[in-house]
């Protein structure tokens, strides 16, 4: 049995053909001479999740939709349809009597709804393994183990502190390799590299040599994220967080980019009352991250960010990379739980998607935020939450918050209400 080869394409085709057929792990590991274990591993790390209905009927996923007789919720009363039915406005984003139902066949082999004799009528979460999906993704992970820079933090922390103090003294990397082979453990060109990539915080002008040599023409790899940060802080662990800690307000972090090199935002959307906070970044990097949430933790004062920052869930970004220096304070102690959504799916914090619409119409994509300071971009969040929502009742973000956490924590965080009649929503809003 061939057990140390990577699957190909033509068997992950296979894999897709015989989970049609119903057939077991252990039947399609015995026709490609894999473990059993192999095919389960395969389909478990490329399952897709598609949010699809069946035919005549629309994606819904709540426990009591079968008997449910909910009307009007988009706040349209000319529509006649229930809103169980209703694809344009999902129930799971407006009632307050949504109930999550996931299939239970879906917790056992073969994992997957392919093969399923009942998912022509089903309108829960479908879960399908692709092969030419596999396929693509199997490629970017490979392609990407091959790439960057292959240290976590740990090791860069240790590394620095034992190798910069001696380049500032004027030794070579050479000289250092030689000298603390044992400590070191690393190649010595990976470490000429880190120090050009600027990990350690000795640089290249701090080694004459290296300033009068030439540049390289070298594609430079981009910083490769260690993986393991996301271990316990998967969309699964969430959902299994959430079902232990119903009620814990959840708040998405996302990043809104403007031109390519240029600053960053990143926004903290609080899902409940659908109050958005943004944040300009000179740089789509982790410690500015860690900065900001380190800020709010000074500003809000420990009962007010805890209150408020219970449960964070990003996306797999570099950005939210650490995720250990978001979850604690400067003293070590817990102040929030990190988790990230799955790769390739926004819609598992849509909320906050949504809303970054409302961004766009001011700040339009591509363009640059080099300009905006951070008094532009709360001006633009005041607007923004202070814009009435119909689904909730036609009140905005920002009054929704305050009746439920006080308008001090708004004050504190710098937000101010805008009067209906002065809220903009167009590019003219910050031009100056």
Partial sequence: MNKNRHLTQAERIIIEQRLLEKETFK???????????????????????????????????????????????????????????CNSHPCSQQCSDYRKETCQKLSRPPYVCNGCELKKSCTLEKRIYSAAQAQKEYEATRSESRQGIQLTEEEALRLNSLISPLIMKGQSLHHICTTHADEIMVDERSLYNYVSDGIFTAGNLDMPRIVRMGKRKKKKDRFKVDKRCRVGRTYQNFLEFMAL?????????????????????????FTVPQFMLAFIRDANTSQSVIDIFNRLYLDLHPDSFHRLFQVLLGDNGSEFSNPSAIETDPLGSCRAHV????????????????????????????????????????????????????????????????????????????AELIIPDKVTLRPSLLKK
Wanted: glycine residues 10%; aromatic residues 8%.
């Fill in 27 to 85: 039947s399609i590991g015995c026709e490609l001479g894999k473990d059993p274990t192999t095919i389960a591993k395969e389909i478990k790390n490329h399952i897709q999740f598609r949010k699809t209905g069946c035919y005549g009927r629309a994606f819904n996923d709540c426990l009591i939709r079968k008997d449910c007789t909910v009307r009007h919720l988009c706040g349209t009363r000319k529509c006649t349809r229930y809103c169980c039915f």
């Fill in 339 to 414: 988790f990230y959504c799955d790769p390739q799916a926004a819609y598992q914090k849509g909320a906050a998607e949504n809303n970054h619409t409302l961004i766009r119409r001011i700040i339009p994509k591509g363009t640059s935020l080099d300009t905006f300071s951070q008094e532009d971009i709360s001006l633009m969040m005041n607007h923004i939450n202070s814009y009435g929502r119909a689904n909730l009742g036609d009140k905005s973000p920002y009054e929704v918050f305050a009746s439920l956490y006080g308008e001090d924590i708004l004050r504190r965080m710098g």
């Fill in 245 to 269: 800690n119903p009620g814990l307000p959840v708040v998405e972090m996302d990043s809104v980019e403007g031109k390519k090199g240029g600053k960053v935002l990143l926004t903290l959307h």
